[in-house]
């Protein structure tokens, strides 16, 4: 017996064992990709966590190097990156580099140090940063920015 089902009922069908109902015609999205880069294996743990719980589809990665290779390898809709990883200022670099090779990834720097003024980045910004956020980051805030900056 030849079976009549196709590949759009095999993805409702997943996806009604989700919880989701799909309008007729309407194909599931998939979530906003994020790149999470920060050296605190607690910070990047807890970010990953709250952004998957949001329902965004995450990967992380510890160095800047490695948040450039990623870069490289995959698309990403939103990178969000620590300001100074390894003592070198990658979330800088990451983000002046996306301007000019991945101009429509938004990338969010947040730094903890205590030299940056909120008073001189809400006048000049970072370079390449659609925005900056302040250690520490509540749950509410890193989801709230994630979203402005892709809407």
Known sequence: MVSSQTDDDEDNAEGEASGWRPIPGQKRKTANRILIAEDSDRIRIQYDFILSEA???????????????ELQNSH??????????????????IAAQRVTDYP????????????????????????????????PVNAQ???????????
């Open 55 to 69: 329902g965004f589809d995450v990967v992380s990665v510890a160095t800047g190097e490695a948040a450039i290779q």
């Open 76 to 93: 990403f809709d939103v990178v969000v990156t620590d300001l100074e990883m390894e003592g070198l200022m990658m979330g800088v670099r």
């Open 104 to 135: 429509r990834t938004k990338v969010i720097v947040v730094t903890g140090m205590v030299g940056i003024s909120r008073a001189a980045v809400g006048r000049h910004g970072l370079p390449g940063a659609d925005e900056t956020l302040f250690k």
């Open 141 to 151: 805030t890193l989801v709230a920015t994630v979203k402005k900056v892709l809407f």
